[in-house]
């Protein structure tokens, strides 16, 4: 079964600058699950505690209210913009994290050697 983290509808807790390292948290990170392409081929959606590190890192942008709901991202890795980020995600090159959030608010992040952590089990959401 292939999977893959949906930046849209998922949501960020909080951001932790950690040793120049960014450290995005999300509460609940959409996950797609599919025997063919996620996001693209009937599967199942489940939710998920997760986080993104970003190593060597930079705000762009001021920080916006957080939590926060995405309603439209992607992050820039080797020139792909991933909207979708496949899983296990792990890249040894660097990446730019764009997001607008529900409100309005924005984010940009650039930094080196992106990857996805997850945590916890998977909470079942619905068919798709």
Known sequence: MRS???LHDSRVSHIEWVGGDAVIHFSHAY???SK???GKDTGTG???EAQLIMQGASSLA???PLPNTISEGYLEVGGIKHQLIPLPFKRKVGAKLNLVFVDGGYLEIVGDKPFVELFGAPIYLEDF
Do not use: R, T
Request: hydrophobic share 20%; aromatic share 6%.
């Open 46 to 48: 489940w939710s998920q």
């Open 36 to 38: 063919g392409s996620p």
């Open 62 to 64: 001021p920080s916006p």
């Open 4 to 6: 893959g983290l949906e």
């Open 31 to 33: 996950i797609h699950k």
